[in-house]
């Protein structure tokens, strides 16, 4: 067995903020990350970030990813496990781990369950065969490894990973031949939108797909119309010639493990589906477990950095030792969320919370 202060499930963005402040408190931290690198989802992202300077903005993803890593790395408190992926977490705090062909126990006086999300996908005709992928592996193969999916994609889902992703694909030289949005708004920035139709790429809302035809692989993608109440218009159905075919519906927080506590889980559609429920201090209802970034609410890599160094900050004063630096930080980042969800994208958010504080209230 190994003991640690804190263990620390996730090694994205809001694992390794909160690693930063903790390692500043002089606790012993560990991070576990199933991935070939640590950094989440930032690694796969190639393009420059928006919002403030205080989150990096106009930092390309995977450089933010680097800031993040080195800004912890060589800290003598702090071990990395990577490649290796918690399979079980347990009450009395430890996480069973598989590692180098091993099976590892790890037991922590506080676990950060920072697992981040994962993709939500679609129900339709065919939709297991190949050249049928989720944005996220699109993105896995062509900026991790360099693999160009596909000739051609037709996109469902203008989101902001929709619209990204489609990008990205023409980057790596494929067709990116339409994107097909359900609703009847694009649903993604209208500067991600409007690149893409300046290179020509139409974006159809109030479509979605119905089948994807093909015999051994995909050979096109059966389109149609849907009315104001998301039902099928009647002869709608356009074919369009494509041989892949890319999912983007949006994220689902990976709240598994934290059911395995048995900590309490809430169904908030506005944070991104089933979510662990959280206080103030984002501790989840097993005392000594906390939970921070896309995990207890999707929204994006800056709010995740902001949740994971509070998180670390509320954790180092859990273990009544607190960060030297504790009010002055977390009014800092506390009000770096609060601008972050200011804007008109964060008026969602703010409703989810609302229904967070409530569910948890009722669960206490
Ligand atoms: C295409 C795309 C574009 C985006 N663009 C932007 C943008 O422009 N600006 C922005 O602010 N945000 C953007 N985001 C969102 C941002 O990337 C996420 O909000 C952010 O990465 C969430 O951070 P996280 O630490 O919560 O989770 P993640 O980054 O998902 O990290 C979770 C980590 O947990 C690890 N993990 C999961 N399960 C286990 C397990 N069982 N054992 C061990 N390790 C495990 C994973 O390997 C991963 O490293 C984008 C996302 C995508 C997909």
Known sequence: MIYKDVLIIGG????????????????????????????????????????SKDQYAKTRGFDIASILINQVKDHPKLKILQEATVLGLYKDKVATISHE??????????IIVAT?????FLAFENNDLPGIYGAGAVQT???????KPQDDIVMIGSGNIGLIVSYQLMQAGVHVKAVIEASSKIGGYKVHASKLRRLGVPIYTNKTIKRAIGKE????????????HFKEIENSSEIIKT??????????????????????????????????????????????????????????????????YLTGLYVSKYLEQKHPNYDELVKKY??????????????????GLNRMRELMNDAR
Do not use: W
Not at 101 to 110: F, P
Not at 116 to 120: F, H, I, N
Not at 217 to 225: N, P, T
């Open 334 to 351: 506390e009000n770096a969320l609060t601008v972050l969800r200011s804007g008109p994208f964060g008026v969602k958010t703010s409703k």
């Open 101 to 110: 062909n091993e099976y590892k126990k790890i037991k922590a006086k506080t």
């Open 243 to 308: 041989s892949g075919i890319c999912i983007s519906v949006g994220l689902a927080p990976s709240y598994q493990m934290l059911d395995m506590v048995d900590a309490k889980i809430g169904y908030i559609p506005e944070l991104g589906g089933s979510v662990p429920l959280v206080d103030e201090k984002h501790m989840t209802t097993i005392d000594g477990i906390f939970s921070c970034g896309d995990n207890i609410g999707i929204e994006e890599a800056s709010s995740a950095m902001m949740e994971g």
């Open 141 to 147: 193969l062509m900026n991790q490894f360099g693999v």
């Open 217 to 228: 692989r995909v050979e096109a993608a059966e389109i149609i119309s849907l009315d104001e």
């Open 116 to 120: 981040g999300a994962s993709e939500k």
């Open 12 to 51: 994205g963005p809001s694992g390794l903020c909160a690693a930063a402040m903790l390692l500043e408190s002089n606790l012993e931290v560990m991070i576990v990350d199933r991935g070939l690198s640590l950094g989440g989802q930032l690694i796969k992202q190639t393009h420059k970030f928006f919002g």
